[in-house]
């Protein structure tokens, strides 16, 4: 099986596949918004105006909350995203993955906004409060409230959330990490 970056945005998984396609419609509206800002000359107004516009319908389309600034980097999927909220200052690395209902905002215990590196995926109602650092390639399970940084390669579930150690293929046993 191929492995996903954590490094190089895989931007196929963003691509607009037809016209019906709100979460990959609502990114893209929101890559064109940042481009658009760099842009120089009278027209510019109006490409930002065009891409907040249809921003805002796919925003509510989706029921998703994500600020037009958030820096995201390329390759984000967001298979169902209704009622994921993501804090205009979360970072997130190249081709993550997040469930519906995910919120990456503040009021943990470590102050600020969450840091998510490559490939993270993050399963449905996970909440990633404060300023935390989730490593490349970790998992964040279903429901999941993390509170502490997550290493990379790391499985965290429950709540709060504690690390496992993915069960390797045929085996019986998990072993578990030390709390987060
Ligand atoms: C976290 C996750 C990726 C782990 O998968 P995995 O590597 O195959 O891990 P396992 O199933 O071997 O589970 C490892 C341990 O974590 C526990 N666990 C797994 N997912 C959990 C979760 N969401 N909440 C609490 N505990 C969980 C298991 O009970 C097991 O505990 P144990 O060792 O005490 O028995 C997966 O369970 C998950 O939550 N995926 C999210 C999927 C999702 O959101 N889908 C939405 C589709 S619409």
């Known amino acids: 099986m191929q492995e996903i970056s954590a490094t190089v945005p895989d931007w196929s998984r963003e691509r607009v596949r037809k016209f019906y396609d709100p979460s990959r419609q609502l990114l893209r509206q929101l890559r064109g918004y940042q481009r658009s800002r760099t842009h120089k000359g009278w027209l510019r107004p109006l490409r930002t105006g065009w891409y907040v516009f249809w921003y805002r319908v796919w ?6 909350e994500i600020d037009l600034n958030a820096p995201i980097g390329g390759g984000l999927l967001l298979p169902h995203p209704n009622g994921i909220v993501i804090h205009p200052e979360a970072v997130i690395g190249p081709n993550c993955l997040i469930f519906q209902q995910v919120t990456l905002g503040t009021g943990g215990r470590i102050p600020g ?27 964040i399970g279903a429901n999941a409230v993390v509170l502490d940084h997550v290493p990379e390669g790391a ?3 429950g709540v709060p959330a504690r690390l496992v150690l993915a069960r390797p293929v045929g085996s019986e046993q998990t072993k578990t990490w030390s709390a987060v």
């Open 59 to 64: 925003s509510i389309v989706t029921g998703a």
């Open 113 to 139: 906004c969450p840091k998510l590196g490559g490939h993270v995926d993050v399963g449905a109602g996970a909440k990633i409060l404060g300023g935390v650092t989730v490593g490349d390639h970790a998992k």
């Open 155 to 157: 499985t965290a579930v």
